[in-house]
């Protein structure tokens, strides 16, 4: 997964980071080993944080659908991003977190959902 040239971002139900290849620390401009174990909610601007809480909230609910987003580097720098952000769920129907594939879009200055 690390030659992808899609980020790979796997975030468990608790919005933490358990797995990130290389392309998605190069989206976010650190190592996938700096990822590991933080909150995927660090790398959001505070203005956007309601839309992504209530989109990872949907994913608990199970929607697949993919949607289109800004992240913030760890530079400060914002980042657009088309993501696909499938939800995953034990054999019990209960859910263990996202497997993010995110690609990143093509204008990045681009304002705006």
């Not at 899609?6 to 650190?30: C, F, H, K, P, Q």
């Not at 790398?43 to 989109?55: G, L, N």
Request: proline share 4%.
């Amino acid at each position: 997964m690390n030659s992808a040239k899609d980020g790979i971002w796997i975030i468990d139900a608790n919005g933490r980071t358990s797995y990130a290849n290389d392309r998605m620390g190069e989206i976010l401009g650190v190592s996938p080993a700096d990822l590991r174990g933080g909150l995927s909610f660090d790398y959001i601007f505070p203005e956007d944080v309601a839309r992504a809480q209530s989109m990872f909230e949907s994913k608990k609910q199970g929607n697949a659908n993919a949607f289109h987003f800004r992240l913030r580097r760890k530079d400060g720098s914002a980042i657009w991003v088309d993501v696909q952000g499938t939800p995953m769920f034990d054999a019990d129907g209960v859910f263990l977190g996202i497997v993010g594939t995110f690609t990143e879009y093509p204008c990045s200055a681009k304002v705006g959902p």
